[in-house]
């Protein structure tokens, strides 16, 4: 069912950068890409989207190729607590299909 | 205030019996979802209902009954219940017709186990 493909794990240093990426090759023109993470025993909760132009918030950023085949979602300073399974998502309306993720490890 | 809340927490039943679990957002918002996550991790989209209308239904057996008496509350009935139901069911809302550009809330879950 998922329109994205993602590494299945990644591992990063505690307080170093992560760079998540996601393969979108199929996307639409009205196409948001989402991204969404699970925390351990936790429901999924919202990071981030966007359509064309790179996205910032308190949490994270949002790079977006420029033919919107790919994107990567940026964590700046990791910490323990952003362990979880990261989903990148192709948003349509009424509908928010996750794939298997990409599980991240942040190692202290 | 939790935005989205999902009663039971834990279920834990016998096959064959009928359960109910039950949503609420007080989010305002006017489309939820059931989502079901199985022991593989995988989450799957169940249900979505705008306005309390049935908008998408998977291939969800007809055991499984969504009941939305109002935008804010979207229950979930299980009849006849199968040691394959178990798993985490998610419950989530989104506003604006759930628009592609509308992040989604997700409640904490209720962790069903069929025995």
């Known amino acids: 069912d998922a329109k994205t493909t993602q590494p299945n794990s990644m591992e990063s240093n505690e307080e170093e950068p992560v760079h998540l990426p996601c393969n979108h090759s199929t996307i639409s023109g009205t196409d948001y890409i989402h991204w969404y993470r699970q925390l351990p025993s936790q429901g999924p909760e919202y990071v981030i989207h966007?359509?064309?132009s790179n996205v910032n918030n308190r949490m994270a950023s949002l790079a977006i190729a420029e033919d919107r085949k790919s994107s990567t979602l940026i964590l700046h300073r990791a910490t323990l607590r952003d362990a979880a399974v990261y989903y990148c998502?192709?948003?349509?309306?009424?509908?928010?299909?996750f794939g298997a993720g990409t599980r991240l490890t942040v190692k202290p | 205030d939790t935005a989205v809340s999902q009663t039971p927490k834990y279920l834990v039943t016998q096959m064959g019996n009928d359960k109910s679990i039950k949503c609420e957002q007080n989010l305002g918002h006017d489309t939820m979802y059931w989502y079901k996550q199985d022991s593989k991790k995988f989450l799957k989209i169940m249900f979505s209902?705008?306005?309390?209308?049935?908008?998408i239904n998977e291939t969800v057996p007809n055991r499984f009954s969504p009941k939305s008496p109002d935008k804010a509350h979207l229950n979930l009935h299980i009849n006849s219940l199968e040691l394959g139901d178990s798993a985490v069911y998610f419950c989530a809302s989104s506003q604006m017709g759930g628009a592609r550009n509308t992040e989604a809330f997700f409640g904490q879950g209720t962790r069903l186990t069929v025995v």
């Open positions: 209902y705008n306005n309390k209308e049935l908008i």
């Open positions: 998502i192709l948003r349509e309306n009424n509908d928010m299909r």
């Open positions: 966007g359509l064309t």
